[in-house]
């Protein structure tokens, strides 16, 4: 074992001996570009002109009226290429890959919105893409699956276990440790070992630079609270890491699914449900039982019903340096509702749930202080899920007439 990677007692990199090798080399090289100043401002430039850099901070007038508090703004990661952060991770791992030598990348995806991020990075880099995904959320996710597949991934459906997400983690590790010669695994999320959480909280960090420098010109004075959801923790990470010098209030929101007591929820870091534990190479809280049998999650958005949490907010967690709450199922579709009709902006279900929180604080804080939350992406994508919370009579109608057409 070695000691670096650690946030308190989190974090490590517990590797079988034949990865040990690819992993130095990893850390090797991002320990290089980050030193390399010219690398950071090819990203911002690529980030510029691929993925619509940097994106808006924008104040939310109506909100702040409505709720009679601080001023609301809204950092708009929604509008990067693919709808979302993700974006930010897999466009800076490819730079790496590229200047690694590697011609082919291989990624897991629950969603599969990581999936699309990877692909739409492998296309354009003109990297080999495969996707290994669970053959349950290979059903569940058609719209994703058929995009990757456009856009020149093979998409591989994991039939081993419980054929989800983590099913798809050991496959893809399997790959890699094949294929390690050829390939990078472009991890999705600040988890796993070292030096993932802290690789994809440093490409995520330029949401955070961005967000500073933008209240700063807005307000003239830092954000008396910063607001993101947490699933693996990057988008949360990225804005985070902007305000960590400053007296700013850090609250990462976890899914509160049907409620904390209901045991179906993905909330780690703020429900009793999760202990610190060692899995898929790294410590830290996962939801997990006596046995060390991780439990079942739910959440109404896919992204961030996870088990495990990254081990850098872990650490924040233990050390009070960020606080974090959880958002239910309901509470968020109706801060998406209201966010809808009062901006005219379509949050992600992931990203909602710091909206729900925020919008829960925002009326007890001055009228002089901001708040940030961060969009951590769109909400097109949610389609089928709000339309059937909201119960939409005309919306079924329409799956059944397209249905109808097929079997015809
Ligand atoms: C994937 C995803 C998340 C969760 O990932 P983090 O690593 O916790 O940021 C949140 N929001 C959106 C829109 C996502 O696609």
Redesign the pocket.
């Known amino acids: 074992m070695k000691n670096r990677g650690y946030y308190g007692d989190y974090g490590g990199a517990f590797l079988p001996e034949i990865l040990v090798a690819t992993f130095d080399e990893l850390e090797k090289e991002f320990e290089r570009i980050k030193k390399d100043p010219s690398f950071w401002k090819d990203y911002e430039t690529l980030m510029s002109s691929y993925s619509g850099r940097p994106t808006p901070l924008t104040f939310a007038g109506n909100l702040t009226q409505k709720f009679g508090g601080a001023k609301i703004y809204i950092k708009r ?2 509008l990067n290429h693919t ?4 974006a930010n991770n897999v466009m800076g791992q490819g730079m790496l890959v590229k200047q690694m030598g590697k011609k082919r990348v291989i990624a897991e995806t629950g ?1 599969g ?2 999936g699309v991020a990877t692909a739409t990075m492998a296309a354009k880099f003109g990297f080999d893409c495969t996707i290994y995904m669970g053959e349950v959320d290979v059903l569940r996710q058609r719209p994703n699956v058929f995009w990757m597949e456009q856009l020149g991934a093979k998409v591989v459906p994991v039939k081993d276990g419980t054929r989800i997400l983590k099913d798809a983690i050991n496959e893809a590790f399997r790959d890699w440790v094949t294929n390690m010669d050829t390939t990078h695994y472009v991890l ?4 796993g070992p070292h030096p993932f959480p802290e690789m ?1 909280s440093y490409f ?1 960090s330029i949401i955070g630079k961005e967000a500073r420098k933008q209240i700063l010109d807005a307000e003239g004075r830092l954000p008396k609270r910063v607001y ?11 804005l985070f890491s902007g305000f960590f010098n400053d007296p700013v209030e850090l609250i990462g929101v976890e899914a509160g699914g049907k409620g904390l007591n209901s045991g179906r929820h993905a909330s780690r870091l703020c429900s009793n449900d999760a202990s610190a534990g060692i899995a898929q190479g790294y410590k830290t809280y996962f939801l997990q039982d006596d046995d060390g049998q991780m439990k079942e999650t739910h959440s109404i ?4 019903d ?1 088990v495990g949490v ?1 081990p850098i907010l872990s650490h924040m967690h233990d050390t009070g340096k960020a606080r974090f709450e959880s958002a239910t199922d309901t509470e968020v579709i109706k801060a998406l509702q209201l966010t809808m009709q009062k901006e005219g902006i379509i949050p ?4 909602s749930h710091a909206f729900a929180r925020a919008f829960k604080e925002a009326p007890c804080l001055s009228k002089e202080e901001a708040i940030i939350i961060n969009q ?3 909400g097109d ?1 949610d389609i089928f899920t709000i339309a059937d919370a909201v119960d939409d009579p005309e919306w079924k109608e329409f799956i059944i007439e397209k249905a109808n057409e097929y079997n015809a």
């Open positions: 990661e929604d709808g979302a952060h993700k969603a919105q990581h999705g999320t600040a988890c994809v995520q993101a959801c947490v699933g693996g923790g990057s988008n949360a990470m990225g958005s896919a992204g961030l996870y990254s992600a279900l992931e990203s951590s992406g769109r994508k």
